[in-house]
């Protein structure tokens, strides 16, 4: 999950970095996009507001940035119908997929349990294989909170949607770089493309509580039960309640940082702050 980078009184644990392949991609000629996850608002202070992030990225060398928001929004369609799909009938209960490593913890720790995770895709590739269809020839550089989103970038099945992983420190380093100034930038109006529940996503419960709301809109009558746990101890102890069949029947959320990706080790502001941030 990456907390030992944060939580590392020494700073003696790092992950690799990809900003030398970013900037190389962006002096060429081939056009890259950032992909931004929900977890944005606020990270790089108050000046940058949510309507200057395309000018932004632009000013970095982006052909232009996409909220993974939009993403998330698939995400939630797809959990949804997979949950109305599968619970009870094939699976005992279902468990939500964005984050990789609470799946790759429960997969591991949990294996029959694992096995309720849901298939569908995360938001960042859900968002990559977009930007790839819509803009052929492309790169894609995810932009988010989450060092664990690097391992699942170099998955055998994701490297061609995902071509590079920045954190929000790691572009914030970018920023102070080229000089940029956020208080010069013009604002745009069309960067908001996704719903609230899609930007809710960041933040602990978001992703539970946007399929609930989407069955509940769109299978009237049915009743979504949901538990969540943030921090990998206390989606441990979820596991462990779920494989007593404590939770036979509900949708589970699993997220690893505390407090959700807001929390990431690739986070800047403090995570109180975050949600408030993504909240509004």
Aim: proline share 5%.
């Amino acid at each position: 999950c990456g907390q030992c980078l944060a939580s590392c009184p020494f700073g003696a644990i790092a992950d690799k970095a990809q900003i030398f392949q970013t900037i190389q991609a962006i002096r060429s000629d081939v056009p890259v996009y950032a992909a931004i996850a929900p977890a944005f608002i606020g990270q790089f202070g108050p000046e940058m507001t949510p309507k200057k992030i395309r000018s932004a990225f632009r000013a970095l060398g982006f052909e232009d940035a996409v909220e993974v928001a939009i993403g998330a929004d698939l995400c939630t369609i797809s959990e949804a119908e997979d949950f109305m799909r599968e619970v009870p009938d094939e699976k005992p209960f279902m468990a939500t997929s964005c984050c990789p490593a609470w799946s790759v913890m429960a997969k591991r720790d949990f294996p029959e349990q694992g096995k309720c995770i849901s298939m569908a895709l995360t938001p960042m590739v859900l968002t990559g294989r977009l930007l790839k269809k819509n803009y052929p020839g492309c790169k894609v550089a995810f932009i988010g909170p989450c060092s664990a989103k690097k391992l699942e970038a170099m998955r055998r099945s994701i490297r061609s949607d995902i071509d590079f992983v920045l954190t929000f420190e790691e572009v914030m380093g970018m920023f102070d770089a080229k000089d940029v100034n956020f208080a010069e930038l013009e604002e745009d109006h069309s960067m908001h493309g996704a719903s609230a529940d899609g930007r809710g996503f960041a933040v602990g419960g978001g992703v539970a509580h946007a399929v609930a709301e989407y069955i509940k809109e769109n299978y009237p009558g049915v009743e979504v039960q949901t538990e969540r746990a943030d921090g990998l101890e206390n989606c441990k102890k979820m596991l462990m309640l779920a494989k007593a069949g404590k939770y036979n029947g509900y949708l589970l959320e699993g997220m690893a940082c505390p407090g959700g990706c807001v929390a990431g080790a690739g986070t800047i502001q403090p995570i109180a702050k975050s949600v408030g941030a993504v909240s509004n």
